[in-house]
């Protein structure tokens, strides 16, 4: 059964380092997301893509953010200059349309 | 802003037990209730629901959504120690793309 996929499954970095993570969604899905998950506490929409640009965004995906589908099969989200309140789960997800999203396995950021 | 809430936050029972968990949302242009497991990552995908009083079943899970109430319902029946995971419920609402979510229901199922 297709996955979404997640690279790399854990991230150490120092505050005010780049970093990118990456996924590659459902091959046939058309709508790109990217949520987080801070350490007990609810999982929260960052941003959907869909068609090459940015459809919808939070109040949280602030210029230190960025997304990109660099080619047809994998979607980045660049994180810049990154905070110690940046730590936490990364998810993307996948959907055929804008309803029943498809969640990979997660990329745990950790700040230092 | 939209709220979507669950309880309860935390629920342990025996194998076999039969748990509810519930799920309430406020939202102007609701469109759809989702819930999903949560075991050690990813959200798994359960249901999804957009009308209400049709039970959407997969085994041993079934689920609900009263639109006039502004509620959902996931029942377990003959729960197994691999059902022991977070349930999440989340809402999607009209011409947006995005899911928000409560704060899930951790289930602990104990042999």
């Known amino acids: 059964e297709p996955e979404v996929t997640q690279t790399p499954s854990h991230q150490v970095t120092q505050m005010g380092q780049e970093v990118i993570l990456r996924c590659v969604p459902i091959?046939?899905?058309?709508?790109f997301y990217w949520y987080r998950q801070i350490l007990g506490q609810k999982v929260e929409f960052l941003v959907s893509f869909y068609n090459n640009e940015i459809s919808e965004k939070s109040e949280i995906f602030d210029d230190q953010f960025s997304v990109e589908r660099p080619d047809g099969s994998n979607f980045t989200l660049k994180i810049r200059s990154t905070k110690l309140e940046d730590s936490a789960m990364y998810f993307c997800?996948?959907?055929?349309?804008?309803?029943?999203?498809?969640f990979g396995p997660g990329t745990r950021l950790t700040v230092l | 802003e939209d709220k979507v809430v669950q309880s309860p936050l935390s629920l342990v029972v025996h194998e076999g037990d039969t748990v509810t968990l519930n799920c309430s949302y406020e939202?102007?242009?609701?469109?759809?209730l989702l819930w999903y497991k949560q075991e050690k990552k990813a959200p798994t995908f359960l249901f999804m629901l957009?009308?209400?009083?049709i039970e959407k079943k997969s085994g041993r899970l079934s689920s609900i959504l009263d639109k006039k109430e502004l509620f959902s319902i996931l029942n377990i029946t003959a729960t197994q120690t691999g059902d022991s995971a977070v349930y999440l419920c989340a809402e999607i609402i009209q011409g947006a793309q995005k899911l928000v979510f409560g704060q899930g229901t951790r289930l602990t199922i104990n042999p």
């Open positions: 957009t009308s209400s009083g």
């Open positions: 939202v102007t242009n609701f469109r759809s």
């Open positions: 091959s046939n899905h058309l709508y």
């Open positions: 997800a996948s959907s055929v349309v804008s309803y029943t999203q498809y």
